[in-house]
């Protein structure tokens, strides 16, 4: 049994969704652990998805999309990530935000790699050398702040970092 359920008419979902509770007064004497009779009432079980989380790119939102099949008698929704209306000058801040968000994961990176170039520790490898100018690089070296990939540590060093 679906905890959500919607009409189905014509080949597609239709209207908002409907719990469990309600589906059982409105077609009271359906089996609802019977899919095949819940469809032959006029309606489907419903998988809904939450939204995703947002996410720190300021340029893009997630929308709804259309309702899918996902085998018979059971459909979903689905979301898409999708470009966010926005005048010349809400972009132009979007941008600075992520960009601002960017260093700051940048200093935090940098300062996680700092004790390699203490003047008490052991030479610095070139791979590490690399790989914080590489860090020190950004945001100059990047024109979009939430399309970009992160440099990769030298192997071996403690650290792992998620990977845009």
Do not use: C
């Amino acid at each position: 049994m679906a905890d959500y359920y919607k009409k189905f008419e014509s080949g597609s979902t239709t209207g908002d969704l409907i719990v469990e509770g309600n589906m059982k007064d409105i077609i009271p004497d359906v089996d609802l652990t019977d899919t095949a009779a819940v469809l032959a009432a006029g309606y489907v079980e419903f998988n809904y998805e939450l939204k995703p989380a947002a996410d720190s790119n300021y340029l893009k939102e997630w929308t709804a999309g259309s309702d899918t099949e996902v085998s018979s008698g059971v459909w979903k929704n689905n979301w898409s990530l999708t470009d966010r209306t926005m005048t010349e000058a809400e972009r132009a801040d979007a941008i600075l935000r992520g960009m601002n968000e960017m260093r700051a994961e940048r200093n935090k990176r940098l300062a996680v790699t700092d004790h390699y170039a203490l003047e008490d520790t052991e030479s610095m490898s070139s791979e590490m050398t690399t790989y914080r100018q590489a860090l020190r690089d950004l945001p100059s070296s990047v024109s979009d702040p939430f399309d970009f990939t992160w440099p990769t540590p030298p192997a071996g060093t403690p650290i792992e970092w998620p990977q845009k």
